[in-house]
């Protein structure tokens, strides 16, 4: 009898043709199929008429279920996980799992193929050298803001998941703690017939998607670029500190502190807190 493997398989995000070969064969080999909605996967498996008996395993259920995946690995069977769509535990239910799985002393072998954001990155023209991915952002939206504006000063290329409901208030939240100068990348419907890579600054993206409903619709990945790199010197030269006072006499000293790093490279906190002292 062959090691009995907890396998993570990806599946399509869209394309059905981007199923692996090698997927196909490890779905079509194993006792169960783990899914996070087994009509969901049925429906792939059945497109790819492959019979196997399937259990539920989404973020409800995920740690009781881990008990009896644990179970019928100790009776030697093999069991594949997969999610809607891309690769399990990207966004997506599996970590209990692969840990409890782990612990119990199992193999635990991935099967790669499509991940959204990966793909999005791959095409996006933004450093792929350094990124964040953050997945979804807070539904709410004053905690979305914050979570944003904490990542205002990050100088990696940023990462998110978006939904069709959210995508312009995401994008507005986007504006207003990046600047609606920061240039982004949306990645909508990758690999299916509608699929459009736009980049833009943010106020940019902004009108183009408000401008055109369909843009709205579907799945999205955001990219935003970083940060300029800041200046570490503590000392703000006077060229900035100009900016700095023209810009305060304008707009409220947080905002005026945010445009003025954006123009001179020196941190927001830096400058807001020259023009408190
Ligand atoms: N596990 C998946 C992966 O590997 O990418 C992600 C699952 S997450 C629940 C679903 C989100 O992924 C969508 O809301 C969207 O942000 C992104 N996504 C999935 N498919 C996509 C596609 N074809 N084009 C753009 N974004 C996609």
Known sequence: MSEPVLYIVATPIGNLADLSERAREVLGRVDHVAAEDTRHSGRLLAHFNIK???????????????EHVINLLRNGESIALVSDAGTPLISDPGFHLV?????????????????AFVAALS?????????????????????????????????????FYES??????????????FGCERYAVVARELTKTFETIHGDSLEGLLEWIQADANQQRGEFVVLVQG???????????????????ILAK???????????????????????QLLID
Do not use: W
């Open 52 to 66: 196997v008996p399937m259990i539920s395993v989404h973020d409800h259920n995920e740690r009781q279920r881990a």
């Open 99 to 115: 840990r409890a799985v782990r612990e119990a002393g199992f193999r635990v072998s991935p099967v790669p193929g499509s991940c």
């Open 123 to 159: 095409a996006s023209g933004l450093p792929s050298d350094r990124f964040q991915f953050i997945g979804f952002l807070p539904a709410k939206s004053g905690a979305r803001l914050q979570a944003l504006e904490a990542l205002s000063e990050n100088t990696e290329t940023l990462v």
């Open 164 to 177: 069709t409901h959210r995508i312009v208030d995401s994008l507005k939240a986007m504006s207003e703690a």
């Open 227 to 245: 940060a300029e790199k800041v200046l570490d010197d503590e000392s703000i030269n006077p060229e900035a500190e100009r900016i700095l006072r």
């Open 250 to 272: 304008e707009m409220p000293p947080k905002k005026a502190a945010g445009v003025a790093a954006e123009i001179t490279g020196y941190k927001k906190n830096r400058l807001y």
